[in-house]
């Protein structure tokens, strides 16, 4: 990710916008494919960021060359190897994550594959532990955050769960990303659906409607446009001091603002957050299958874990891998978060989506 603000914040909205969390990738010379091409091609969504030593050591350990070819954001990259299922656009696909991992699975785009480390992965990491056919990369929490100025000018405590964000103290200042449209929102959609069951979230979101709350489609927009304590958004500064992002907000509003604050700017919300695993597979009728797998085991390597959290402001999954300072002093410390098993949101989240869009939307 450039270190210059402009181009940051546009790649910050990738990064945190197209479901998990601008990259950087080798280029070969060598744009051959096959069984013998020393070339392996890594396709994913537009946030996919490795600092270019990091590739240049799986170049040096294997002999194989990174080649990076990104797909948009997460769901269209996922569409788009859907689409060309059997003649995939690469060898391996990173950006499927725990809530559109069915979609993967039952259109049969990845080759099982048990990649070497996966025993430093915990098991509550693992998206499908008996087939091995992704491989999990990384951990992001979504969280609702808030701009600490704005409650602390008016002496007002930030919401620090679900029910607070349907009280009276908090009506007309959320903004949430469209559940259809986009992975936070999403994800956020799924965490009420955790927190208050199959049916009862309908409940809850009536409640935050009757609040004030407001709907955008994308990250970009809520978090650069309508909330009001990004950096990022400075332009066009919005009025809605909260915001559903990522627990790792915070530290990036610290590494690239000028100069570093003290303190970060917004804060977490921790009893709003739903975790997202996302995961990497090889494809089915991969050209490189022997380079794909070299891939697979070292992007859970202790090597490229370390480089992930400030290039793509994602937390490693492996246990041996260690955050960097900023992430420790600055990021939030999620000890409860609402998960859902990958089978369940296969089996419901259409249905939630089509309801959801019908009470919220409309």
């Not at 294997?62 to 070819?69: E, I, S």
């Not at 091995?132 to 002496?155: E, L, S």
């Not at 809605?240 to 530290?251: I, T």
């Not at 997202?276 to 992007?299: M, V």
Request: net charge neutral; glycine share 8%.
């Amino acid at each position: 990710m450039s270190t210059t603000k402009k181009i940051t914040f546009a790649a910050l909205a990738a990064a945190l916008g197209a479901g998990t969390l601008a990259g950087c990738g080798g280029e070969s010379k060598d744009s051959g494919s096959g069984a013998g091409s020393k070339t392996v091609t890594l396709v994913s969504h537009d946030s996919f960021a490795a600092t270019p030593a990091v590739l240049k050591e799986f170049t040096r350990q294997t002999g194989y060359t990174v080649k990076v070819l990104k797909s948009g954001d997460a769901v269209e990259a996922l569409n788009k190897e859907i689409l060309t299922k059997g003649s995939p656009q690469g060898d391996v696909f990173f950006g499927v994550d725990n809530t559109t991992l069915s979609r993967a699975l039952d259109n049969g785009i990845f080759t099982p594959y048990e990649a070497k480390g996966l025993d430093r992965v915990p098991e509550d990491r693992r998206l499908d532990k008996d087939e091995h056919r992704v491989t999990p990369i990384d951990t992001g929490d979504i969280c609702v955050n808030y701009d600490k100025k704005y409650f602390a000018d008016r002496k007002l405590a930030p919401p620090q769960s679900f029910e607070d964000l349907t009280k009276p103290a908090y009506k007309d200042l959320l903004v949430v990303e469209n559940a259809e449209r986009s992975s936070p929102g999403l994800g956020f959609l799924l965490g009420t659906a955790a927190k208050y069951g199959d049916e009862n979230w309908k409940d809850y979101w009536a409640k935050l409607k009757a609040n004030g709350v407001k709907v955008v489609d994308s990250w970009e927009l809520a978090y650069n446009q309508e909330f009001s304590g990004s950096a990022g958004g400075k332009k066009a500064k919005g009025d809605r001091p909260l915001v559903v992002s990522y627990a790792s907000s915070p530290p990036v509003e610290v590494l690239y603002s000028e100069p570093q604050p003290k303190e970060a700017p917004t804060g977490v919300a921790t009893g709003t957050c739903f975790r997202q695993t996302e995961a990497a597979g090889l494809l089915k009728g991969a050209k490189n299958e022997a380079g794909g797998k070299a891939l697979l085991d070292f992007l859970i390597s202790k090597k490229f874990q370390e480089d992930m959290p400030l290039n793509m402001f994602v937390h490693p999954v492996v246990n041996d891998a260690e955050l960097p300072a900023l992430f420790t002093r600055f990021g939030a410390v999620v000890d409860k978060p609402e998960t859902m098993a990958p089978e369940k949101i296969a089996d419901n989240r259409d249905q939630w989506v089509q309801s959801w869009s019908s009470l919220v939307l409309k």
